[in-house]
Structure formats: structure tokens, C-alpha cells
């Protein structure tokens, strides 16, 4: 009887194991999708619009990577992701926003705070220039507002195209791009 209880034992750990690599997979899955879904809404933008994926950068503390970065005439757009699910509250001065999902509720650190450390290290790595930060939640709900800078995937290039002043030649574009490609 001992050995048939072991046996059933190691049974349900298996089980287990592989409900736990499967649950990793799809949420592994989920992430690397949005991070599609985001790329290919800025590669509708078309021209004049230069999107970079991934960007490394020299940051205070070592070096940070910029998911999405997008050169224009009317500014370099920057563009940090978020894909948590949930109901989003905060306020966009707080240290850390709250996600409620299925009743559970998780603090985030803001990520507005992320962008603002990625255009500090793109301004040194650039130089000076306007800088357009933008945080793009792809899978959660905004319930507080944010400010202009914070917006739900389906709203994302409309964020971007509603800049319609040049404020860079295609010189300054033309280095910017030369840079980001190094």
C-alpha cells in the first residue's frame, strides 16, 4: 500500500510541475505578444516615422534597455511598456500604482518613472532635443488619469500623431537615427 501512495505522490508533483511550466509558458507568451502588438502599431505609422526596438543604453547605474524608441520630425517619441493586467490606479507623482486582477490587488513601481530615466539616458546618449515620453499599458485598464504621457495600447499611435510641429531637420534626424543604429 506504502509503495502505490508514493507512486501516486510522485504522480501529482509531476502534474504539478508541468502545470507550473505551462502557466510560465503562456505568461512568457503573453509578453512577448504585446511587445509585437506595440511594434507593429508603431510600424503603422509609416513615414516619417523611424522605429527602434530595444535600444541599450548607458544609464546612471549600469545599462538600460528602451523598448521602443520612434524618430520624427516632431520629437523622438519614447516609449516604455507595460504589460500588466488589471485595473490601474495611482496618480502620476506616486512612487508605485495599484493593479487589481481577480480580486487580488499588486503595487507596480510607476512607470512613468522608468520613461523619465530612459530620456535622461537617450539625452545623454543623444543629446538635447525634444523627447516625448509615452507609457503604453497593453493588457490593463486605466481607472485614474494619468496625464497625456499614459495610455492604453489602442490609443497609442494616436498619442504619437496628434505631434504635428517639426521641431527637428532632417539633419538632426538623420544623426539621431545614425546614433540609435550604433
Do not use: H
Not at 43 to 66: S, W
Not at 92 to 102: F, L, N, Y
Amino acid at each position: 500500500m506504502e509503495i502505490l501512495t508514493v507512486y501516486w505522490i510522485k504522480i501529482l508533483a509531476t502534474l504539478v510541475v508541468f502545470a507550473v511550466l505551462l502557466v510560465l509558458f503562456f505568461k512568457q507568451s503573453a509578453t512577448i505578444k504585446d511587445g509585437r502588438d506595440v511594434g507593429s502599431e508603431l510600424e503603422k505609422l509609416g513615414e516619417p516615422y523611424r522605429v527602434f526596438t530595444n535600444i541599450v543604453v548607458r544609464a546612471e547605474k549600469g545599462m538600460m534597455c528602451v523598448p521602443f524608441v520612434a524618430v520624427s520630425p516632431y520629437g523622438v517619441f519614447v516609449i516604455t511598456v507595460s504589460d500588466d493586467a488589471g485595473k490601474v490606479r495611482g496618480r502620476a507623482g506616486d512612487r508605485e500604482w495599484e493593479i487589481k486582477s481577480r480580486g487580488k490587488i499588486e503595487t507596480i513601481y510607476n512607470p512613468l518613472w522608468e520613461n523619465r530615466q530612459q530620456v535622461n539616458a537617450l539625452e545623454k546618449k543623444l543629446g538635447s532635443m525634444k523627447f516625448i515620453p509615452v507609457v503604453v499599458f497593453t493588457r490593463a485598464k486605466l481607472k485614474t488619469e494619468f496625464g497625456p504621457e499614459v495610455v492604453p495600447l489602442n490609443r497609442l499611435r494616436n498619442r504619437i500623431l496628434k505631434f504635428d510641429n517639426r521641431v527637428l531637420s532632417e539633419k538632426q534626424i538623420e544623426v539621431t537615427v545614425q546614433s540609435l543604429l550604433k
